[in-house]
C-alpha cells in the first residue's frame, strides 16, 4: 500500500481521471479503485466517442486529467503519471502518436500514413513528429485543467470518500457531478 501521505494525491488524481470521462462523454465509470499497489479508474469507453479526431483529443484529455486534478489540489504531479507502457503518459503519447502517424488527421502530413515500427524511436529521432505529440499533450492537459477547475471542491470531496472507502462505484460519480452542477445553478 503506498504510504498514507500519498493517498490524498493518489485519489484526487484517479477522481479526476472519473470526472473527465463522464463530463467529456468518453466513457461511463464502472468503478474506482485505491488498490494496496495500484489506482485504477475502470471505464467502459464509449467506441462512438472516439472515432473523430475531436473524440479522440478528448479520450487524451481524460488520461490527461488525473495530472490536472493533482496541479489543482496539490499544485504538483507525482512521478506516477508516467513511468510503464500503461501509464496515463504511454497511453497519452501513443493516441498522439497514432492521430500524428497512421490516423488521417496528422497537423501535418495527414493523407500520408506513417506506421512506426517502434513508437519510442520515432519520437526519439523524428523531433518534429515528437514535437507535435509534446504540443497535442500540452493542449489536453491545458483542456484537462479547464475542464476540472471549477470543481475542485467535488474532486477533493469524492477523492476523502475514495481515501476511506478504497472504492467508489460509478454511480456516486455520477450523482456528485450532477449534484454540484445542479447546485452551482440555484
Known amino acids: 500500500m503506498p504510504s498514507l501521505d500519498v493517498l490524498p494525491q493518489i485519489a484526487a488524481h484517479e477522481i479526476g481521471h472519473a470526472f473527465a470521462y463522464e463530463l467529456l462523454c468518453v466513457g461511463d465509470v464502472q ?31 481524460c488520461l490527461m486529467a488525473g495530472r490536472a486534478a493533482e496541479k489543482l489540489l496539490f499544485g504538483n504531479v507525482m512521478l506516477g503519471s508516467g513511468g510503464s507502457e500503461q501509464s496515463d503518459l504511454a497511453q497519452a503519447t501513443h493516441a498522439a502518436l497514432q492521430l500524428e502517424t497512421v490516423l488521417g488527421v496528422a497537423e501535418e502530413y495527414p493523407l500520408v500514413y ?50 476511506d472507502a478504497q472504492v467508489v462505484e460509478g454511480d456516486a460519480i455520477r450523482a456528485a457531478l450532477t449534484e454540484h452542477f445542479a447546485g452551482s445553478r440555484k
Open 31 to 61: 468503478l474506482v479503485r485505491l488498490g494496496p499497489t495500484l489506482a485504477v479508474t475502470e471505464i467502459a469507453i464509449k467506441p462512438e466517442a472516439v472515432v473523430t479526431a475531436e473524440g479522440a483529443d478528448r479520450y487524451i484529455v
Open 114 to 163: 506513417r506506421p512506426p515500427s517502434q513508437a519510442g524511436d520515432m519520437l526519439l529521432y523524428r523531433s518534429d513528429i515528437a514535437k507535435r505529440i509534446q504540443r497535442r499533450l500540452e493542449k489536453a492537459e491545458a483542456r484537462a485543467v479547464d475542464l476540472l477547475s471549477p470543481i475542485v471542491k467535488p474532486i477533493a470531496v469524492m477523492a476523502s470518500r475514495l481515501v
